[in-house]
């Protein structure tokens, strides 16, 4: 069956380091997304993608966030300069037009 | 409370009984979606139930979704261990490319 998949699994990275990190969503999919769950707290929308563009954002999703879609395949989340608080597992989400959205199985970023 | 709260926070039942958890929420909704998340995993899509329907069945599991009352209800029946797990509702309010907003999670434990 085809999922999302996602890396790394796990990323440890210093204040103020850039981070990428990496989702291959299922192929015949046309919708994307990205959503974190901070440690113990619901999961947070943070941005959703289709035809090359961001269709919505979160307040979250400020200017240190960027997302790319750099091939057919890949679809990625950049953090610019990381925060304390960036700290979170990360999902990517995809789905196609009839609504279901499919998680991957995450990125626990930790930023010291 | 916020969109998409769960409860009870946390059930714990013994294996063979049926788990029911409830799902409220605040804004008119498309589609109502149910995920389990395994401890520090990923989030797997159990069911999604649109505006529309009434009762769902997958297996099982058995959603209801009453929305003058807005509200959901995920029962699992003939409950297993490997069913213990985080559950979450999710609602989006446009269809596809909608963000999904989660609630908090119930946290259900079944005892072999």
């Known amino acids: 069956e085809p999922e999302v998949t996602q890396t790394p699994s796990h990323q440890v990275t210093q204040m103020g380091q850039e981070v990428i990190l990496r989702c291959v969503p299922i192929?015949?999919?046309?919708?994307f997304y990205w959503y974190r769950q901070i440690l113990g707290q619901k999961v947070e929308f943070l941005v959703s993608?289709?035809?090359?563009?961001?269709?919505?954002k979160s307040e979250i999703f400020d200017d240190q966030f960027s997302v790319e879609r750099p091939d057919g395949s890949n679809f990625t989340l950049k953090i610019r300069s990381t925060k304390l608080e960036d700290s979170a597992m990360y999902f990517c989400?995809?789905?196609?037009?009839?609504?279901?959205?499919?998680f991957g199985p995450g990125t626990r970023l930790l930023v010291l | 409370s916020q969109q998409g709260e769960e409860d009870p926070q946390a059930l714990s039942i013994q294996e063979g009984e049926n788990a029911t958890m409830n799902c409220s929420y605040k804004?008119?909704?498309?589609?109502l979606q149910w995920y389990r998340q395994n401890s520090g995993r990923g989030l797997v899509h159990l069911i999604l139930i649109r505006s529309n329907e009434r009762e769902k069945h997958s297996g099982r599991l058995r959603v209801t979704l009453d929305t003058s009352k807005k509200s959901s209800s995920l029962l699992i029946t003939a409950s297993r261990a490997a069913d213990t797990a985080s559950y979450f509702c999710?609602?989006?309010?446009?269809?596809?490319?909608?963000?999904?907003?989660f609630g908090k999670g119930i946290t259900l434990s079944v005892r072999p």
């Open positions: 993608f289709y035809n090359n563009e961001i269709s919505e």
């Open positions: 999710a609602t989006d309010r446009t269809g596809a490319n909608s963000k999904l907003t």
């Open positions: 804004t008119s909704i498309n589609n």
């Open positions: 989400a995809s789905s196609d037009s009839l609504e279901t959205q499919y």
């Open positions: 192929s015949n999919h046309l919708y």
